[in-house]
Structure formats: structure tokens, C-alpha cells
């Protein structure tokens, strides 16, 4: 027993802190996407950023956090005055200008990851897309009491101390500035009639999914971050129609989520009798889709469900309860 409870902390409990941080980061973060109609931006920086996670490895020599988040945040940067450009320039919508962008700069990024496999450089495009859960240890514990112990906590993995950051940051901002997110969401233009810089807030709101994206990407992959960014605020919005609301709850589905899908990949196919686990990191993705789908159908007044006995409701309120029919004379109406 004591055993498996030492096999938990070192191997699952490390890489499921990570998946619980790196989703609620991205779920918090993403409800400005899908409130302001962006839901593409999403996918658009996740692509967008690994050529300059990719070129700021290759400089560096290094995973650490700092060269690959400056190299990312310069791609960011890169892909918003492209995009911009692909806009003006080809006169098209800023749906199709972000669609070109990303890909081109996914591609390259997946070039130079090529690039760098070929140099012997520790670098892969699985790493990438579904991310390293599985590789992310803590070998300090030596019990439940471990998870008091300074020493040990001082061991923990990078990339769960790098998204602890970020989920911290996130959260700190959004307390600091909710009236001014709130207003700028629904209402760029009273913003900017009250003084309110809303397109400051747009582009901060952009920087800051940039760096919940980078920050979640080396440890859970870019389809895990595209899944959340979206998935537990689109799940919430057909829950709750009151801000502060969804802003809790996409958090909270966003680490049901991970609770789910990372207990599905690492243990379910164990007891079904199976040889080998799942990808975590895909595992996540699909419950939160699993989670989404059932809002949709379910949600209280939004979901497909609800929705119809709304309806029902309504035609039986409108429905008289006796409706005498009309008087026939002589065959006529």
C-alpha cells in the first residue's frame, strides 16, 4: 500500500497538479475569447507561437521557461501584425486572415522541429502536439506529509511551478480589472465612452492567452490548450448568464476535466485489463468535449433540453384552456 501511495505522489500526482493548473489557466483566460466571438484566437496564437517556442529552444539550447516564452511572445507578436497585414492587404475577413497565418506559421514550426530532430536535438512534434504529463515526476515525497514539507515542495517539477505562476497571474488580473474586462466584453463601446481603453484591454487579453498558452503548451501540447481555451467557457456560458459565475464554473469544469480525462487515460484501461495507459493529455480534450456536450443538451435555459421545455411552456401559457370552436350554419364557417 505504501507503495502504490508513493508510485501516486511521484508519478500521477505531479503531471495531474499540472493538467489541473494548465486547465484552469486556459479556462479562465478563455472565457474572453468565446464572450467576444474569438473563439479562433485561440487556435490561432496556439499554432502561431511554436516557431518561436521551437526557435527559442534551438538558441538556447534549453527548455527553460524564459528563452521559449521570449521566443513565443515574439512569434505572437509576429502573427497579429501578419494577420493584420493578410487583412488589409488581401481584403479579407479577420476569421480567414487568422486561419492563413497560423497555418503558415505551424508549418514552419513543424520545419523546424524537423530541423532540430535532424541536429540531435531533444525536440519531437509529439512533444508538441499532446504534450509530456507521462515524463513530469517528483521524486522528493516520501508520503502524504510531503505535501507540507518545504523542502519537497521546492522540488517540484518546473512545469508545474511555471503553471502555478501563470494560473496565479491570471487569476490576480482578472480579480484587478474585472469591471473593466467585464465592461470592455460586452460593451467596447461604452467602454470608450466611460474612458475605458478597450482596445488596451483587447490586446492585453491577447497577451495574456499568449502566455497561459506557451506556459500550458511544453507540458500538456497544443490540442489540450485549443480544448480548453474553449471547451469549460463555452460549457459554462450554457449554464450561467451572470459573469462572475461563469468565470467560476468554466474553472471548475475546467479541472473536472482534468480530474476526468487524466484518471481515464492512467487507470481506466489498468482495470479494464489492458497493457498500457492513454495520452492524458487526450484523454483531457475528450472529456471536456464530453462536458461541453453535456451543456449543451442539458444546460438549464440554454441547452437543447431546456430550450424546448421553455417552448412548451410558453405555447401552453398562450394556449386558452378552453377554446370553444367556430358556430357551422348550414355547412358554411
Given at each position: 500500500m505504501e507503495l502504490t501511495l508513493l508510485d501516486f505522489l511521484r508519478i500521477d500526482f505531479p503531471?495531474?497538479?499540472?493538467?489541473?493548473?494548465?486547465?484552469?489557466?486556459?479556462?479562465?483566460?478563455?472565457?474572453?475569447?468565446v464572450l467576444r466571438r474569438q473563439g479562433l484566437m485561440g487556435d490561432a496564437i496556439s499554432h502561431a507561437v511554436l516557431p518561436g517556442i521551437v526557435g527559442g529552444f534551438l538558441v538556447a539550447g534549453t527548455r527553460e521557461t524564459l528563452p521559449m516564452m521570449a521566443g513565443a511572445l515574439l512569434a505572437a507578436?509576429?502573427?497579429?501584425?501578419?494577420?493584420?497585414?493578410?487583412?488589409?492587404?488581401?481584403?479579407?475577413?479577420?476569421?480567414?486572415?487568422?486561419g492563413v497565418v497560423f497555418t503558415v506559421m505551424f508549418a514552419a514550426g513543424v520545419?523546424?522541429?524537423?530541423?532540430?530532430?535532424?541536429?540531435?536535438?531533444?525536440l519531437d512534434a509529439d512533444c508538441v502536439l499532446y504534450g509530456q504529463l507521462e515524463t513530469i515526476l517528483w521524486l522528493e515525497p516520501t508520503g502524504w506529509?510531503?505535501?507540507?514539507?518545504?523542502?519537497?515542495?521546492?522540488?517540484?517539477?518546473?512545469?508545474?511551478?511555471?503553471?502555478?505562476?501563470?494560473?496565479?497571474?491570471?487569476?490576480?488580473?482578472?480579480?484587478?480589472?474585472?469591471k473593466e474586462l467585464k465592461i470592455t466584453t460586452f460593451d467596447p463601446a461604452l467602454a470608450s465612452t466611460l474612458g475605458i481603453p478597450a482596445g488596451a484591454f483587447h490586446y492585453g487579453v491577447v497577451l495574456l492567452v499568449a502566455a497561459t498558452a506557451i506556459a500550458a503548451f511544453e507540458?500538456?501540447?497544443?490540442?489540450?490548450?485549443?480544448?480548453?481555451?474553449?471547451?469549460?467557457?463555452?460549457?459554462?456560458?450554457?449554464?450561467?448568464?451572470?459573469?462572475?459565475?461563469?468565470?467560476?464554473?468554466?474553472?471548475?469544469?475546467?479541472?473536472?476535466?482534468?480530474?476526468l480525462g487524466y484518471g481515464g487515460a492512467a487507470f481506466l484501461p489498468l482495470w479494464l485489463g489492458a497493457e498500457h495507459s492513454l495520452n492524458a493529455a487526450g484523454m483531457i480534450a475528450v472529456a471536456s468535449g464530453l462536458i461541453l456536450a453535456l451543456a449543451v443538451l442539458f444546460?438549464?435555459?440554454h441547452g437543447l433540453v431546456g430550450r424546448r421545455r421553455g417552448l412548451r411552456r410558453v405555447r401552453a401559457s398562450a394556449t386558452p384552456?378552453?377554446?370553444?370552436?367556430?358556430a357551422v350554419l348550414g355547412g358554411e364557417a
Open positions: 503531471a495531474l497538479l499540472a493538467a489541473v493548473l494548465a486547465c484552469a489557466a486556459c479556462a479562465l483566460v478563455g472565457n474572453f475569447l507578436a509576429l502573427a497579429g501584425v501578419l494577420i493584420e497585414a493578410v487583412r488589409r492587404l488581401g481584403r479579407l475577413e479577420s476569421g480567414a486572415a487568422m520545419v523546424l522541429i524537423e530541423r532540430a530532430a535532424a541536429s540531435g536535438v531533444d506529509g510531503s505535501l507540507l514539507d518545504p523542502a519537497a515542495l521546492a522540488g517540484l517539477p518546473r512545469e508545474v511551478m511555471t503553471l502555478g505562476f501563470v494560473l496565479a497571474l491570471c487569476a490576480g488580473l482578472v480579480l484587478l480589472f474585472y507540458a500538456v501540447g497544443s490540442i489540450l490548450v485549443i480544448a480548453m481555451l474553449i471547451c469549460p467557457a463555452a460549457a459554462a456560458r450554457m449554464l450561467t448568464d451572470r459573469f462572475a459565475a461563469q468565470l467560476a464554473l468554466s474553472v471548475l469544469l475546467g479541472v473536472l476535466a482534468a480530474v444546460g438549464p435555459r384552456a378552453s377554446s370553444p370552436g367556430p
